[in-house]
T-cell receptor, first 111, second 112 residues
């Protein structure tokens, strides 16, 4: 089946630093999605990308849908303590009718 | 607007006991899903239902059964719980190109 490789697995950064994480796949996806999970809660959608090459921002977050449709990255600028959590990428394939998730990047921000 | 509601939030079972996890959504989504989350392993799909009356296996279906009771409700049943089923279980709905997944807040299950 389809698999996503998400890296890094974890990050420990100082408040104010920028963060970058990415996902790669051996398969093509129609849609790339980035979710954030706060402790004790379910994942919440941050950004959805629908076209190859698309670059989308949501506040301090920027994500891109890779031109080959097999990868995506998420950047967080000027991190703050509330950015702490687990970030998941997900690829959606219309033919499969379901999403495939990466294993997550756990972000820790030191004040 | 509640979104996706899961019950219970916490549960402790003894090996061999059975239980049903409940999930309901109020967003009129056709598709609903059950995932389990284990440390370092992300979200793994157990079962999903593309529409009322249909269910399909995901990556890790063994030891589970599901029922799509109606468009709103999708339940997950453990007939004979095992310690390997200790996990956090998430229900989600949506998951189409136009409507990405919306998750509930999870059920934390411990099997001793």
């Amino acid at each position: 089946g389809q698999q996503l490789n998400q890296s890094p697995q974890s990050m420990f950064i100082q408040e104010g630093e920028d963060v970058s994480m990415n996902c790669t796949s051996s398969s093509i996806f129609n849609t790339w999605l980035w979710y954030k999970q706060d402790p004790g809660e379910g994942p919440v959608l941050l950004i959805a990308l629908y076209k190859a090459g698309e670059l989308t921002s949501n506040g301090r977050l920027t994500a891109q849908f890779g031109i080959t449709r097999k990868d995506s990255f998420l950047n967080i600028s000027a991190s703050i303590p509330s950015d702490v959590g687990i970030y998941f990428c997900a690829g959606y394939n219309t033919n499969a009718g379901k999403s495939t998730f990466g294993d997550g990047t756990t972000l820790t921000v030191k004040p | 607007n509640a979104g996706v509601t899961q019950t219970p939030k916490f549960q402790v079972l003894k090996t061999g006991q059975s239980m049903t996890l409940q999930c309901a959504q109020d967003m009129n989504h056709n598709s609903m899903y059950w995932y389990r989350q284990d440390p370092g392993m992300g979200l793994r799909l157990i079962y999903y239902s593309a529409s009322e009356g249909t269910t399909d296996k995901g990556e890790v279906p063994n030891g589970y059964n599901v029922s799509r009771l109606n468009k709103r409700e999708f339940s997950l049943r453990l007939e004979s719980a095992a310690p390997s089923q200790t996990s956090v279980y998430f229900c989600a709905s949506g998951g189409t190109a136009d409507s990405p997944l919306h998750f509930g807040n999870g059920t934390r299950l411990t099997v001793t």
